[in-house]
């Protein structure tokens, strides 16, 4: 799978679990930039790792 795809995945379900938290907290814009944030972390973290592998 290319970087940039686990990536996007990463943060697609960052959005998504920060939308559905905001929901349900009634902050909505504060839980969607977190979830982007965690999403962009655990993407980066993923890629490292693989490139780890290849080395």
Not at 14 to 27: E, P
């Amino acid at each position: 799978m290319k970087k940039e795809r686990k990536l996007s995945i990463a943060m697609g379900v960052g959005v998504g679990l920060g939308a559905a938290i905001g929901v349900a907290t009634d902050n909505i814009a504060l839980w969607i930039s977190v979830g982007i944030a965690i999403g962009a972390g655990v993407g980066t973290y993923l890629m490292q790792q693989r490139s780890k592998k290849n080395c």
